[in-house]
């Protein structure tokens, strides 16, 4: 007789599949061939799980509040504000289960319903374990079978119908039935509170973030130096420059300048106010948006500052030095971001970056949102002085090359690389709600990374082009140029489209301009769009910000493979990225995802990859 923990009729802890949410469920029976326990849960659900998803009722702690609703179906709630359009949003489905009036309807019927629309809801102060993201290793979904039940054939056939088959929102009644419904099923509080220590290690663990540290700055010297030089061919190594030539207390001045002047903008009361996804301990941060307005500002500024005859192009003369102030900057950011983090209580500790090892947690960030009274620093940091700069430094490049090669208007070339990105950074900033879900502002802490990537990275790496061009000179025809606009065009097409129609679906499911996709649903609540541009490739945003990316590079023309760059580097980025998203989702939706793969094989390259 194998040795088995729960007894049958015994209450436990139940985890739901895809999550890190414990409900109380009751052992009705044991598989000792499979070692899975059969257990259902307060609505009916009968799931079978492994041992090691089961846990006692008093290894909880529970809160008063709490301890009356362990069962999701019993909760109360209200309807969640809003949905986050954003990439990388948390899982918010919400647990649906058979109200107390319909258990007395159709039981066979009921088993359906409940099977498919028994959808759990994340606990409002469970965000670290959101995105995919669990502190612990654990992995449910696969062991978490849905037991089949024995239905009579219609049934059977209408209940595979619901859990799995595609269907149109335009026609499907019944899917609106389930989207309606939601405002009547309850919302969960956690239970129990999980450590959040950092177990998967990312980025190579503490030997790859060591190497990071030291080799992240020394890309950006290489790349900047080999821009620098009248043959940038990658066997042309750049001499090392002298130490004293990328250091001038002026130019480090003028950096600081820059941040708090973008950090005035960020502190205007303009703007609305919006608040973020909940935290671990419920509460949610309030984030106001107004990039857009500190973008308007500076673009005024800049005008004055032009106006009034401000060499912008002394940004070109001292390129290098202005990236080692703002590398040195972020160095000193960091070591204060890491030095306050220690005296962060756990609960505002990052999820991805609490792994007790000092290399690690410097790097990745120690802290979740670091904040000074209501300045976020993380957050203020990812869109604003890099984003903006990276637009002001190509700008400088602009009026560099019309300086250095006596033009009266720029290039065609720098035109082009110009008012890509710009466009690029504008609709950044348009939409910069967006970025509250993104793994950055809800896993990741607020270390070396961002901090090196925000300031340094992204306007002194990103401008590689446009800094290419000042100093190799490209012509290209018109007919090239309008090729390359349209390529540009179409990868910008792509991107938004794409990432609207994932970010809408979520925030609105129901909504009548989407009527017409399909999606698979998932036990999470959330569905899986199988048409449109997520049901050509598995991440079209990625595809169309990669032919973006191609589209910068181009004007650049084919002498040097130095301005690909940073195609080159996005492509490995994104594939990297997809990979780990992919892992997420696998955990979160389990068979529903590994459906979606099959309908949709290609991962962000159609018919490639
Ligand atoms: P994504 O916008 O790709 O979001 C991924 C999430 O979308 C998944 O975790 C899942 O979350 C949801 N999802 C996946 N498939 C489906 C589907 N079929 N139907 C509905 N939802 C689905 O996240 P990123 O943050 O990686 O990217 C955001 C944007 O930022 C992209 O356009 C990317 O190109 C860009 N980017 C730019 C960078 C740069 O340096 N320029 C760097 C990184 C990204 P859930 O189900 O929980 O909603």
């Excluded at 290690?201 to 992240?216: A, V």
């Excluded at 348009?430 to 896993?443: F, K």
Aim: one cysteine or more; glycine letters at 6%; charged letters at 20%.
């Amino acid at each position: 007789m194998p040795s088995r923990k729960f007894a049958d009729g015994e209450v436990v802890m139940g985890r739901w599949p895809g999550s890190v949410l414990y409900y109380e469920v009751q052992v009705t029976s044991y598989d000792d061939v499979a070692h899975l326990y059969t257990v259902k849960y307060k609505d009916g659900t009968e799931l079978a799980l492994k041992e090691s998803d089961i846990r006692s009722q008093s290894s909880f702690k529970h809160r008063k509040s709490q301890s009356s609703s362990s069962s999701p179906s019993r909760r109360s709630s209200s309807r969640s504000r809003s949905r986050s359009r954003s990439p990388g949003r948390p899982a918010r489905g919400r647990r649906r289960s058979a109200s107390q009036s319909r258990e007395h309807k159709d039981d066979k019927k009921k088993t359906i319903q409940e099977t498919s629309l028994a959808l759990p809801k994340p606990s409002e102060n469970n965000t670290k374990r959101y995105n995919g993201e669990p502190e612990s290793t654990e992995k449910n979904d696969t062991s978490c079978i849905i037991l089949e039940q024995k239905l009579k054939p219609d049934l059977e056939v209408k209940r595979v119908l619901e859990q799995y088959s595609l269907r149109s929102r335009k026609d499907d009644k019944k899917t609106e039935e389930i989207y309606s419904e939601k405002k009547t099923f309850v919302a969960v509080k956690p239970i129990e509170k999980v450590p959040t220590k950092t177990k998967e290690l990312e980025f190579g663990g503490r030997i790859g973030t060591f190497m990071m540290i030291f080799l992240l700055p020394a890309t950006v010297l290489y790349l900047l130096s080999m821009c620098k030089q009248d043959d940038p061919s990658l066997l042309n190594f750049p001499p090392l420059p002298a130490l004293e030539s990328l250091w001038e207390g002026k130019v480090f001045g003028i950096f600081v300048l820059w941040f708090l002047l973008q950090a005035v903008f960020y502190l205007l009361p303009i703007g609305k106010v919006v608040e973020g996804l909940p935290l671990s301990n419920g509460r949610r941060l309030q984030y106001r948006i107004n990039g857009f307005y500190a973008f308007i500002l500076t673009a005024a500024v800049v005008g004055v500052l032009l106006y009034f005859e401000f060499e912008l192009h002394y940004l070109y003369d001292h390129f290098m030095q202005f990236a080692v102030s703002a590398a040195a900057f972020s160095l000193a950011l960091s070591i204060y971001l890491y030095v306050r983090s220690l005296k962060a209580p756990e609960e505002e500790l990052a999820p991805g970056g609490n792994s007790g090892y000092f290399i690690y947690d410097f790097f990745i960030g120690h802290e979740l949102n670091p904040r000074i009274g209501s300045f976020d620093l993380k957050y203020f940091c990812e869109l604003r002085p890099g984003l903006i700069g990276w637009v002001v430094i190509n700008l400088a490049m602009l009026l560099a090359e019309m300086k250095i090669h006596n033009l009266s208007v720029p290039s065609l070339s720098m035109i082009l690389v110009n008012s890509f990105q710009l466009l690029y950074v504008v609709d950044a900033l348009w939409n910069e709600e967006a970025v509250l879900t993104t793994m950055d502002i809800t896993h990741d802490g607020f270390g070396f990374m961002l901090a090196f990537g925000d300031l340094v990275w992204v306007p002194f790496v990103y401008s590689l082009q446009a800094f290419y061009l000042v100093g190799h000179p490209t012509t290209i025809t018109w007919p090239i140029a309008a090729a390359i606009t349209v390529l540009n065009c179409v990868g910008y097409y792509i991107f938004r489209s794409a990432n609207s129609q994932k970010n809408n679906f979520r925030r609105n499911p129901a909504d009548p301009k989407l009527a017409n996709l399909k999606f698979i649903p998932t036990a999470t609540g959330k569905g899986l769009l199988v048409t449109g541009w997520w049901g050509f490739v598995r991440h079209p945003n990625y595809l169309g910000d990669i032919i973006m990316a191609l589209a910068w590079s181009l004007p650049c023309g084919f002498n040097h493979i130095l301005p690909y760059f940073y195609v080159i580097y996005f492509i490995c980025l994104l594939v990297h990225r997809e990979a780990r998203d992919e892992h997420h989702c696998k955990q979160k939706y389990g068979l529903a995802w590994e459906r979606y793969c099959q309908r949709v094989p290609y991962r962000i390259f159609p018919y490639v990859y």
